[in-house]
T-cell receptor, first 117, second 115 residues
Framework: GAVVSQHPSWVICKSGTSVKIECRSLDFQATTMFWYRQFPKQSLMLMATSNEGSKATYEQGVEKDKFLINHASLTLSTLTVTSAHPEDSSFYIC?????????????FGPGTRLTVL | AQSVAQPEDQVNVAEGNPLTVKCTYS??????LFWYVQYPNRGLQFLLKYITGDNLVKGSYGFEAEFNKSQTSFHLKKPSALVSDSALYFC?????????????FGQGTTLQVKP
């Protein structure tokens, strides 16, 4: 139980385009979802937290107009990187917690590798 | 400030030997502590957690961790390491000031198990 999926697993795009990453909880209701960014051999950097039906709360230094987060349902959150640039290339990971799983534990997706050319 | 420290960037052990990956924390109040493992190019997999109760917590894949309040530590252990345990391990503590379950992560420890 407590499975989180992400799609796509990797994506390559041209500079200036937008990319959408989906995060789904497959067997529980994700009342809270988190989006992280990870650089090679580094820890996770929390970008934002979202509750279903509410606007996301962004961490300091994260541009909310660049990283659009939508948590429209209890099983789906999306992260859209708008006007992507090479410096946005990274490994993006989502996690979720909620009803039907352990509410005090975050369960992570497999991650999405974004490469911006 | 709330923080988590993993003092070792890398831990090397021989297959079959016991392993320990260290973690210390600094938070106000009672900590919620977690261990996750990450294989290359993958997300994090939950191993175990301490919320309350018995100080020795057993988790997935034969791992366990001991909560030590006086030493503010939560070291991850396994009696007999496998080569397949080689991965990046993260200790995390729930941020007590967050009402969303936000986690504070350590910097990660690479475990290398050699045959």
């Amino acid at each position: 139980g407590a499975v989180v999926s992400q799609h796509p697993s990797w994506v390559i795009c041209k500079s200036g385009t937008s990319v959408k990453i989906e995060c789904r909880s497959l067997d529980f209701q994700a009342t809270t979802m988190f989006w992280y960014r990870q650089f090679p051999k580094q820890s996770l950097m929390l970008m934002a937290t979202s509750n279903e039906g509410s606007k996301a709360t962004y961490e300091q230094g994260v541009e909310k107009d660049k990283f659009l987060i939508n948590h429209a349902s209890l099983t789906l959150s999306t992260l859209t990187v708008t006007s992507a640039h090479p410096e946005d290339s990274s490994f993006y990971i989502c996690s979720a917690s909620g009803r039907g799983a352990s509410t005090d534990t975050q369960y992570f997706g497999p991650g999405t590798r974004l490469t911006v050319l | 400030a709330q923080s988590v420290a993993q003092p070792e960037d890398q831990v090397n052990v021989a297959e079959g030997n016991p392993l320990t990956v260290k973690c210390t924390y600094s938070v106000s109040g009672n900590p919620y502590l977690f261990w996750y493992v990450q294989y290359p190019n993958r997300g994090l997999q939950f191993l175990l957690k301490y919320i309350t109760g018995d100080n020795l917590v057993k988790g997935s894949y034969g791992f366990e961790a001991e909560f030590n309040k006086s030493q503010t530590s939560f070291h991850l252990k396994k009696p007999s390491a496998l080569v397949s345990d080689s991965a990046l391990y993260f200790c995390a503590v729930r941020d007590p000031s967050s009402n969303t379950g936000k986690l504070i992560f350590g910097q990660g420890t690479t475990l290398q198990v050699k045959p």
